[in-house]
């Protein structure tokens, strides 16, 4: 794909990656960073397949030395033919919204590295996002996000197992301190007018 994302910041650009040394080089922080910190124990080799060399990669390289340094993975229809299904579709039952006309996105395994999370990646991240839906036209705590917050228009819901736990109602929702104890990625979701879908899968990989 032609690349139509080129956005800098100071000695930060975001791009999609082109090669297939960049997209490994967004597999390697993504295990450095969600894998290797949490679980030691499981191999590089275990962790990707295939699949990455499909799907479009939003990627931040630091242009001072080259490395890459935030990452998106992007699925739309185009990567869904070829791959089979989608990641999500595994954890949660998208078959609705699968279903219903137009383009969709899948964002999945977004990282950054641990010394750069001062927010200008992220911001980044967003930016090329954003420039990225654009061009391919793409379909526009617990207790909080499930008064108020859940979809309507599409039946989404997670796949067992799931997360056991009893809900506050309504009335007993703190909402100033749902808000602040939100992660900042959920809260970069709700101002895209992101919805979620019902329940939550635990993920016993």
Not at 74 to 80: D, Y
Request: aromatic share 12%; hydrophobic share 40%; with cysteine.
């Amino acid at each position: 794909m032609k690349n139509f994302i080129d956005i800098t910041h100071k000695n930060l650009a975001v791009k999609l990656a082109e090669t297939r040394e960049e997209i490994e080089k967004a597999r390697v922080l993504r295990f450095d960073e969600l894998i290797n910190k949490s679980n030691p124990d499981i191999p590089y080799s275990q962790c990707f397949d295939d699949s990455d060399f499909i799907y479009d990669h939003l990627i931040v390289i630091d242009r001072d030395n080259g490395s890459v340094v935030g990452t998106y993975r992007l699925g739309r229809r185009e990567q869904l033919e070829k791959i089979g299904d989608f990641y999500t579709n595994v954890k949660f039952n998208v078959d609705s919204l699968m279903a219903a006309e137009g383009e969709v996105l899948e964002l999945s395994r977004m990282a950054i590295r641990e010394s750069y999370r001062d927010g200008s990646v992220i911001k980044l991240l967003w930016k090329g996002l954003f420039a990225y839906c654009a061009r391919f036209d793409v379909l526009n705590f617990l207790s909080y996000i499930n008064n108020g917050l859940l979809t309507e228009e599409f039946d989404l819901f997670a796949r067992e197992p799931v997360v056991r736990t009893k809900l506050l109602s309504a009335d007993e929702i703190d909402v100033f301190k749902a808000k602040k104890e939100m992660h900042p990625i959920l809260k970069a979701y709700l101002s895209m007018g992101c919805k979620f879908a019902r329940g939550a899968h635990y993920d016993l990989g």
